[in-house]
Protein backbone atom coordinates (compact mmCIF):
# COMPACT_ATOMS: atom_id res chain seq x y z
CA UNK A 1 0.00 0.00 0.00
CA UNK A 2 1.43 3.43 -0.98
CA UNK A 3 0.76 5.56 2.28
CA UNK A 4 1.83 8.66 0.71
CA UNK A 5 -0.74 8.60 -1.92
CA UNK A 6 -3.34 7.28 1.02
CA UNK A 7 -2.09 10.35 2.87
CA UNK A 8 -2.30 12.84 0.09
CA UNK A 9 -5.89 11.54 -0.48
CA UNK A 10 -6.93 11.60 2.81
CA UNK A 11 -5.45 15.24 3.22
CA UNK A 12 -7.22 16.45 -0.08
CA UNK A 13 -10.97 15.09 1.78
CA UNK A 14 -9.64 16.94 4.85
CA UNK A 15 -9.48 20.27 2.67
CA UNK A 16 -12.25 19.81 0.72
CA UNK A 17 -14.26 19.09 3.73
CA UNK A 18 -13.12 21.61 5.45
CA UNK A 19 -13.78 24.05 2.92
CA UNK A 20 -17.42 23.38 1.87
CA UNK A 21 -18.02 23.53 5.87
CA UNK A 22 -16.54 27.01 5.62
CA UNK A 23 -18.20 28.13 2.32
CA UNK A 24 -21.66 27.19 3.91
CA UNK A 25 -21.45 28.72 6.49
CA UNK A 26 -20.36 31.93 5.01
CA UNK A 27 -24.01 31.68 3.02
CA UNK A 28 -26.10 31.16 5.58
CA UNK A 29 -24.52 34.88 6.68
CA UNK A 30 -24.45 35.86 10.54
CA UNK A 31 -27.16 34.18 12.85
CA UNK A 32 -30.22 36.33 13.15
CA UNK A 33 -31.35 35.92 17.06
CA UNK A 34 -34.74 35.37 15.84
CA UNK A 35 -36.25 35.33 19.60
CA UNK A 36 -34.43 38.35 20.40
CA UNK A 37 -35.95 39.96 17.53
CA UNK A 38 -39.94 38.64 17.98
CA UNK A 39 -39.35 39.72 21.95
CA UNK A 40 -38.13 42.60 21.00
CA UNK A 41 -40.94 43.63 18.36
CA UNK A 42 -43.46 42.68 20.69
CA UNK A 43 -42.38 44.56 23.25
CA UNK A 44 -42.42 47.30 20.60
CA UNK A 45 -45.74 46.82 19.26
CA UNK A 46 -47.78 46.05 23.06
CA UNK A 47 -49.82 49.04 23.05
CA UNK A 48 -52.02 50.20 25.88
CA UNK A 49 -49.89 52.36 27.25
CA UNK A 50 -50.50 55.48 24.78
CA UNK A 51 -54.37 54.95 25.13
CA UNK A 52 -54.19 54.73 28.87
CA UNK A 53 -52.51 58.04 28.43
CA UNK A 54 -54.41 59.63 26.75
CA UNK A 55 -57.61 58.95 28.59
CA UNK A 56 -55.75 59.96 31.72
CA UNK A 57 -55.20 63.32 29.84
CA UNK A 58 -58.83 63.78 28.88
CA UNK A 59 -59.99 62.53 32.50
CA UNK A 60 -61.88 65.77 33.00
CA UNK A 61 -64.01 65.99 29.08
CA UNK A 62 -65.79 62.62 30.68
CA UNK A 63 -66.52 63.61 34.58
CA UNK A 64 -67.35 67.23 33.85
CA UNK A 65 -71.04 66.78 32.85
CA UNK A 66 -71.31 65.18 36.31
CA UNK A 67 -69.54 67.79 38.41
CA UNK A 68 -70.94 70.47 41.11
CA UNK A 69 -69.45 73.97 40.25
CA UNK A 70 -66.93 73.66 43.79
CA UNK A 71 -65.68 70.43 42.33
CA UNK A 72 -65.35 71.61 38.94
CA UNK A 73 -63.32 74.43 39.84
CA UNK A 74 -60.60 71.95 41.64
CA UNK A 75 -61.34 69.55 38.60
CA UNK A 76 -59.82 72.57 35.98
CA UNK A 77 -56.96 72.38 38.45
CA UNK A 78 -55.90 68.79 38.06
CA UNK A 79 -57.17 68.67 33.92
CA UNK A 80 -54.26 71.85 33.29
CA UNK A 81 -51.81 69.99 35.68
CA UNK A 82 -52.71 66.61 33.73
CA UNK A 83 -52.18 68.32 30.75
CA UNK A 84 -49.11 69.95 31.36
CA UNK A 85 -47.25 66.04 31.97
CA UNK A 86 -48.85 64.52 29.21
CA UNK A 87 -46.35 64.95 26.78
CA UNK A 88 -43.16 63.74 28.78
CA UNK A 89 -45.28 60.69 30.09
CA UNK A 90 -45.57 59.98 26.41
CA UNK A 91 -42.03 60.28 25.50
CA UNK A 92 -41.02 57.73 28.16
CA UNK A 93 -43.08 55.43 26.02
CA UNK A 94 -41.35 56.42 22.43
CA UNK A 95 -38.42 56.46 23.71
CA UNK A 96 -38.45 52.83 24.97
CA UNK A 97 -40.50 51.80 21.94
CA UNK A 98 -37.47 53.12 19.65
CA UNK A 99 -35.63 51.37 21.66
CA UNK A 100 -36.80 47.47 20.73
CA UNK A 101 -37.22 48.60 17.28
CA UNK A 102 -33.44 49.27 17.37
CA UNK A 103 -32.69 45.86 19.38
CA UNK A 104 -34.98 43.73 16.76
CA UNK A 105 -32.81 45.35 13.80
CA UNK A 106 -29.70 44.22 15.16
CA UNK A 107 -31.47 40.83 16.02
CA UNK A 108 -32.52 40.26 12.23
CA UNK A 109 -30.83 40.30 9.17
CA UNK A 110 -31.77 42.92 7.44
CA UNK A 111 -31.39 47.12 8.35
CA UNK A 112 -34.25 49.61 8.85
CA UNK A 113 -33.48 53.14 8.74
CA UNK A 114 -35.05 54.70 12.16
CA UNK A 115 -33.45 57.75 12.34
CA UNK A 116 -36.50 59.70 11.57
CA UNK A 117 -38.14 58.45 14.75
CA UNK A 118 -35.43 59.83 16.83
CA UNK A 119 -36.76 63.57 16.20
CA UNK A 120 -39.72 62.15 17.60
CA UNK A 121 -38.43 61.95 21.00
CA UNK A 122 -38.49 65.76 22.44
CA UNK A 123 -36.52 67.64 23.90
CA UNK A 124 -36.15 65.78 27.62
CA UNK A 125 -38.30 65.43 30.35
CA UNK A 126 -38.73 67.34 33.45
CA UNK A 127 -38.82 66.07 37.05
CA UNK A 128 -42.42 66.47 38.67
CA UNK A 129 -43.27 65.92 42.04
CA UNK A 130 -47.03 65.25 41.55
CA UNK A 131 -46.66 63.44 38.45
CA UNK A 132 -43.92 60.81 40.10
CA UNK A 133 -41.26 61.69 37.70
CA UNK A 134 -37.96 61.86 39.60
CA UNK A 135 -34.72 63.12 38.50
CA UNK A 136 -33.48 59.70 37.73
CA UNK A 137 -36.29 58.64 35.24
CA UNK A 138 -35.08 62.25 33.17
CA UNK A 139 -31.35 60.78 33.67
CA UNK A 140 -32.31 57.16 31.90
CA UNK A 141 -34.19 58.70 29.21
CA UNK A 142 -31.21 61.10 28.42
CA UNK A 143 -28.88 58.28 28.57
CA UNK A 144 -31.19 56.18 26.32
CA UNK A 145 -31.88 58.88 23.83
CA UNK A 146 -28.34 59.45 24.00
CA UNK A 147 -27.46 55.50 22.95
CA UNK A 148 -29.98 55.72 20.12
CA UNK A 149 -28.87 58.77 18.88
CA UNK A 150 -24.97 57.28 18.64
CA UNK A 151 -26.45 53.60 17.24
CA UNK A 152 -28.99 54.68 14.33
CA UNK A 153 -26.67 57.49 13.55
CA UNK A 154 -23.95 55.12 12.78
CA UNK A 155 -26.16 53.01 10.93
CA UNK A 156 -25.81 50.38 13.58
CA UNK A 157 -21.85 49.64 12.74
CA UNK A 158 -19.60 48.07 15.62
CA UNK A 159 -22.88 47.77 17.74
CA UNK A 160 -24.53 44.45 18.10
CA UNK A 161 -27.19 43.11 20.39
CA UNK A 162 -25.44 42.12 23.32
CA UNK A 163 -23.57 45.42 23.78
CA UNK A 164 -27.06 47.11 22.97
CA UNK A 165 -28.59 45.23 25.75
CA UNK A 166 -25.66 45.66 28.22
CA UNK A 167 -25.24 49.32 27.67
CA UNK A 168 -29.12 50.14 27.56
CA UNK A 169 -30.58 47.62 30.40
CA UNK A 170 -30.58 50.18 33.13
CA UNK A 171 -31.80 52.73 31.33
CA UNK A 172 -34.69 50.93 29.88
CA UNK A 173 -35.12 49.48 33.32
CA UNK A 174 -35.97 52.63 35.12
CA UNK A 175 -38.27 53.88 32.06
CA UNK A 176 -40.08 51.01 32.32
CA UNK A 177 -40.50 51.15 36.48
CA UNK A 178 -41.74 55.08 35.26
CA UNK A 179 -44.32 53.44 33.02
CA UNK A 180 -45.43 50.90 35.53
CA UNK A 181 -45.66 53.41 38.09
CA UNK A 182 -47.78 56.04 35.48
CA UNK A 183 -49.94 53.01 34.76
CA UNK A 184 -51.42 53.02 38.36
CA UNK A 185 -51.67 56.18 38.48
CA UNK A 186 -53.52 56.22 35.42
CA UNK A 187 -55.87 53.43 37.08
CA UNK A 188 -56.13 54.86 40.58
CA UNK A 189 -57.30 58.48 38.38
CA UNK A 190 -59.86 56.14 36.48
CA UNK A 191 -61.16 54.56 40.25
CA UNK A 192 -61.92 58.71 41.57
CA UNK A 193 -63.81 59.07 38.26
CA UNK A 194 -66.00 56.12 38.17
CA UNK A 195 -66.65 57.11 41.95
CA UNK A 196 -67.46 60.23 40.77
CA UNK A 197 -69.87 59.70 37.74
CA UNK A 198 -71.61 56.62 38.64
CA UNK A 199 -71.63 57.83 42.59
CA UNK A 200 -74.47 60.55 41.23
CA UNK A 201 -76.39 57.88 39.49
CA UNK A 202 -75.66 55.61 43.27
CA UNK A 203 -77.34 58.82 45.02
CA UNK A 204 -80.34 59.88 42.60
CA UNK A 205 -81.87 57.54 40.99
CA UNK A 206 -83.19 55.82 44.35
CA UNK A 207 -85.13 59.37 45.30
CA UNK A 208 -86.83 59.98 42.17
CA UNK A 209 -90.03 57.45 42.38
CA UNK A 210 -92.37 60.51 40.84
CA UNK A 211 -94.27 58.97 37.92
CA UNK A 212 -93.55 61.77 36.28
CA UNK A 213 -90.15 61.20 36.47
CA UNK A 214 -90.17 57.72 35.09
CA UNK A 215 -88.76 58.01 31.41
CA UNK A 216 -85.77 60.12 33.06
CA UNK A 217 -85.53 57.35 35.40
CA UNK A 218 -85.02 54.85 32.99
CA UNK A 219 -82.83 56.72 30.76
CA UNK A 220 -80.24 57.24 33.63
CA UNK A 221 -80.28 53.52 34.57
CA UNK A 222 -79.46 52.76 30.68
CA UNK A 223 -76.56 55.60 31.03
CA UNK A 224 -75.68 53.70 34.38
CA UNK A 225 -75.18 50.67 32.42
CA UNK A 226 -73.27 52.07 29.51
CA UNK A 227 -70.59 53.70 31.75
CA UNK A 228 -70.46 50.43 34.11
CA UNK A 229 -69.67 48.54 31.61
CA UNK A 230 -67.12 51.27 29.93
CA UNK A 231 -65.54 51.17 33.20
CA UNK A 232 -64.87 47.46 33.71
CA UNK A 233 -63.80 46.85 30.30
CA UNK A 234 -61.24 49.77 31.12
CA UNK A 235 -60.19 47.94 34.18
CA UNK A 236 -59.30 45.04 32.17
CA UNK A 237 -56.93 46.85 30.16
CA UNK A 238 -55.19 48.86 32.75
CA UNK A 239 -54.81 45.31 34.26
CA UNK A 240 -53.34 43.94 30.64
CA UNK A 241 -50.79 47.16 30.42
CA UNK A 242 -49.35 46.44 33.92
CA UNK A 243 -48.78 42.63 32.70
CA UNK A 244 -47.53 43.50 29.52
CA UNK A 245 -45.36 46.18 30.54
CA UNK A 246 -44.14 43.58 33.67
CA UNK A 247 -42.80 40.75 31.02
CA UNK A 248 -41.25 43.36 28.69
CA UNK A 249 -39.06 44.62 31.99
CA UNK A 250 -38.15 41.02 32.61
CA UNK A 251 -37.77 39.55 29.36
CA UNK A 252 -34.79 42.39 29.23
CA UNK A 253 -33.70 41.77 32.77
CA UNK A 254 -32.89 37.91 31.29
CA UNK A 255 -30.90 39.05 28.39
CA UNK A 256 -29.15 40.83 30.59
CA UNK A 257 -28.35 38.12 32.72
CA UNK A 258 -27.51 35.96 29.59
CA UNK A 259 -25.44 38.11 28.07
CA UNK A 260 -23.07 35.74 26.42
CA UNK A 261 -25.39 33.49 26.05
CA UNK A 262 -27.96 34.97 24.41
CA UNK A 263 -28.37 31.76 21.88
CA UNK A 264 -28.07 29.47 24.64
CA UNK A 265 -31.67 27.07 24.68
CA UNK A 266 -32.68 28.81 28.05
CA UNK A 267 -32.80 32.03 27.21
CA UNK A 268 -34.43 31.41 23.57
CA UNK A 269 -37.30 29.36 25.54
CA UNK A 270 -37.69 31.94 28.17
CA UNK A 271 -37.92 34.98 25.25
CA UNK A 272 -40.29 32.92 23.55
CA UNK A 273 -42.73 32.56 25.97
CA UNK A 274 -42.25 36.27 26.92
CA UNK A 275 -42.82 37.33 23.46
CA UNK A 276 -46.08 34.62 22.98
CA UNK A 277 -47.53 36.58 26.28
CA UNK A 278 -46.64 39.53 24.81
CA UNK A 279 -48.63 39.06 21.74
CA UNK A 280 -51.54 37.43 23.51
CA UNK A 281 -51.79 40.58 25.65
CA UNK A 282 -51.61 42.84 22.76
CA UNK A 283 -54.40 40.64 21.26
CA UNK A 284 -56.92 41.51 24.40
CA UNK A 285 -55.92 45.57 24.67
CA UNK A 286 -57.09 45.87 20.49
CA UNK A 287 -60.02 44.11 21.48
Known amino acids: MDFRRLSSRCSFLLLLACALLLGGCASNGPVSLAEVRDFAD ?9 ELSRRYRDTYEREQPYLSPAADRIAKEND ?16 VVLYMQTLGVLAGD ?6 ER ?13 SGLQQRHVAAYTGLTRLLTRVIA ?15 DADVQVLLEAMIALTRLYAKTNEN ?37 EYRLVDKRYDAALQGLTKVALGHQKMREHLN ?24 LSD
Open 42 to 50: ASARLGGYG
Open 80 to 95: ARRRAVYDDFVSIQKS
Open 110 to 115: ARYDLS
Open 118 to 130: IDDLGNGLKANAE
Open 154 to 168: SGYQNRSVETMVRDG
Open 193 to 229: EKKTVLGIFDVEIPFSSRNADRMLVTLAKVHYLNKST
Open 261 to 284: DLRGDEVRKLLAGYGRDLRNLRDS
